[in-house]
């Protein structure tokens, strides 16, 4: 694959020319919708038509997805997938299983005709929809509770087709943090015996006495031993009440990989991968100012819209913009996404690294591009 930046004066026939491609094929690939604006700093990605002599690392790939997501985006994005994230299922402090408002039947029918493994994402959502620490002390330390929910997960396991269990726990008290790694050893028993893998979600630590109500419930090294792999959260530096910033830079990400790494194996661990940018109006104002999440097809041509050029950080090795909106006072935003480029940079680290697989969040988006220049990197696992 090649990645072409986009110059001044540029149009899409002429670059297609110039790659020895045609306009409809990059429009397909880079999603760009007629009548084809582009703008200066943009990155497409172009098939230059000729074999690589680089092998293909073979790589296990998961994508989360809410019940809610096109099927049409679906059906797009199995094919460069290993594993289907469904997302996701709570529970209460008794131990009921609580199933996501929509039927996700649909959505486990078509991982499995594809050969994409649907995976029970469980996750501790309170009654005002965020995590809820109180919830996973319940759970993590009342056997009773604990088992009545590990019998439901078993249940939906061996009737309705998952072939995997996501445990994705956030906030958890560092009191809990002992329990909590018991809680994983308990599923993996249960889910082992079943002939499917257990992963865990962990936040983004750089070190194992990190400070922080996100960091010190979560013991790297045992989860890395209790489970069958972990996923790596390595994304949301920027974020919606944050500063304007790239949500995954990639020496923050290498900080996070460089201690990881030596806690739990490389051929147990998901870097996780955001699918999203976010739109920041300024001046920022700590606690008040809220970004808008931005698909990174949707990042581009708010760009092209406001005929506004899109600039590249070398060191986050992230795309970023800003523009002016408004008719009457202009408000200045400034918009950091995911990119072709950036994207590659991710691979690299994925491969340099060693690492079993990565996760994205989310899917609910296309981005073609992405998926079609990961295939030219990996291959799936046999």
């Not at 990155?43 to 096109?70: C, R, W």
């Not at 396991?157 to 050893?185: K, M, N």
Request: charge should be negative; aromatic fraction near 14%; proline fraction near 7%.
């Amino acid at each position: 694959m090649e990645i072409y930046v986009v110059q001044g004066g540029d149009t899409l026939f002429s670059i297609a020319n110039r790659l020895g491609s045609t306009a409809e094929e990059l429009a397909y690939i880079n999603q760009i919708p007629p009548p084809y604006g582009l703008t200066p700093g943009q990155a497409l990605l172009s098939d230059d038509n000729t074999s690589s002599q680089e092998e293909k690392v073979p790589v296990h790939i998961g994508g989360y997805a809410y019940p809610f997501i096109s099927s049409w985006v679906l059906e797009q994005t199995l094919p460069y997938l290993t594993e289907l994230h469904i997302f996701s299922y709570g529970f209460t402090a008794e131990g009921e299983l609580l199933p996501p408002r929509l039927s996700d039947d649909w959505m486990i029918a078509l991982a499995q005709n594809g050969g994409v493994a649907p995976f029970l994402t469980l996750t501790p959502f309170g009654t005002d929809g965020r995590f809820s620490n109180v919830l996973i002390s319940a759970i993590v330390n009342d056997t009773g509770a604990r088992q009545r929910l590990k019998d439901e997960i078993v249940r939906q396991i061996t009737e309705r087709g998952f072939e995997g269990l996501d445990i994705d726990f956030e906030y958890i008290l560092a009191s809990d943090r002992q329990a909590f790694v018991d809680f994983v050893i308990y599923m993996k028993e249960a889910v082992g015996a079943l002939g499917y893998p257990v992963c865990v979600a962990l936040a983004p630590k750089t070190s194992a006495n990190q400070k922080g109500l996100l960091y010190e419930g979560k013991d790297y090294a045992a989860l890395g031993a209790a489970a069958d792999y972990v996923f790596l959260m390595t994304y949301e530096w920027g974020y919606t009440y944050g500063p304007p910033m790239a949500v995954a830079p990639i020496p923050k990400v290498r900080e996070v990989l460089d201690y990881a790494v030596t806690e739990i194996p490389p051929s147990k661990i998901h870097m996780g991968i955001p699918n999203y940018g976010y739109d920041w109006p300024l001046p920022f104002e700590k606690g008040v100012t809220k970004a808008q999440t931005l698909g990174n097809i949707q990042a581009v041509q708010r760009a092209v819209e406001n005929g506004v050029p899109i600039e590249f950080d070398a060191a986050a090795q992230a795309p970023f913009y800003f523009y002016e909106s408004g008719n009457g006072e202009a408000i200045r935003h400034e918009v950091w996404f995911e990119d072709v480029r950036s994207m590659e940079a991710t691979f690299l680290l994925l491969k340099e690294y060693r690492l079993r697989g990565a996760g994205y969040w989310n899917i609910m988006q296309l981005f073609r591009a992405n998926w079609i220049l990961l295939s030219s990197f990996f291959t799936k696992p046999q």
